[in-house]
């Protein structure tokens, strides 16, 4: 029996002119490239200005992407961090490159670009569609990008305000024995948006914005009777959202806003026996046009790797549960 060919390995030079941005690629040490060469199983060699690339086909494009993406990277922003390297990686079997324009959001303070295919294909649907809901665990960058996107299309003179909510869903603790007035109350619950705003801009303009209204921080009861027109508007943690708070929040959209609802069906805090607004949103919305569904799962954790091996550690547990033979 004859034996199929084996195809020679590829070889792929590529050169880059920057002097000061090639020593940002390499990495201390060239770690950077060691970290290619481990996780597409590439030979990555170096002679000044060139990076020799040489393995199988397929793995040597996807390589020379990554490095392209990631020198591109570093003249965006001056540095790369190993999460940057891991972000260019998972990138290389996406079409979109990591580093397309339309995909990096500006901001004051950072430039954001997709990290997973995933976070890719979210950003499109926040650019294309009014109504868009991101959904799946944590540490995926569902509110973080949403909340850049809205950062940047305000930056941009797209929307006039942004509008950050979620609802005060009491998680063991309860508000009342909370010190102080009602705004000192709600505001641990809303640190998150807070957190992600001050990544985004400013300090000082985050305050001036906050105390002019163009940038708003509610408790998701606070958008009872409004209309937002002008507006990109984000509720976050919808998992933990009854039914009509759910309908309540989605019919505030008023002209020229776009709408996005981020959350995680496997942590709600609501009463057993309650059914969640996030879930019945999914049901009733399917197929409506103007709105998208973009599912994470733990393969777009963006965070430390010990929190895509937690969140894999919790999905085994649940699937034992509902069925011990599993």
Known sequence: MTKPAIAPPALVLREFADNALLQILFGPHNANLDRIEQVLGVAVNTRGNAVELSGPSEVTAEAARALDDLYALAGRQGHLETADVDAALRMTRRATASSAPDLVLRTRKRHIAPRTP???????????????????PAGTGKTYLAVAKAVSMMLEGQVDR??????????????????????DKVDPYLRPLYDALHDMLP?????????????????????????????????????????????????????????????????????????????????????????????????DVVRHDLVTRIVRAYDRAERKRKDPKA
């Open 203 to 299: 300090g000082d303009q985050v305050m001036k914005k906050l105390a002019t209204g163009d940038i708003e921080v509610a408790p998701l009861a606070f958008m009872r009777g409004r209309t937002l027109a002008n507006s990109f508007v984000i509720l976050d943690e919808a998992q933990n959202t009854t039914t009509m708070q759910m309908k309540m929040f989605l019919t505030r959209m008023g002209e020229h806003s776009r709408m996005v609802v981020t959350g995680d069906l496997s942590q709600t805090d609501l009463p057993p026996g309650t059914k969640s607004g996030l879930k019945d949103a999914l049901e009733i919305l399917d197929g409506v046009p103007g709105v998208s569904f973009v599912t994470f799962t733990d393969r």
């Open 118 to 136: 995933v976070q890719a294909d979210y950003l499109e649907a926040l650019g294309r569609d009014s109504l868009v809901f991101g959904l799946g």
């Open 162 to 183: 942004i509008v950050l909510s979620r609802p005060a869903v009491e998680a063991g603790e309860r508000l009342g024995f909370l010190p102080g007035d009602l705004k």
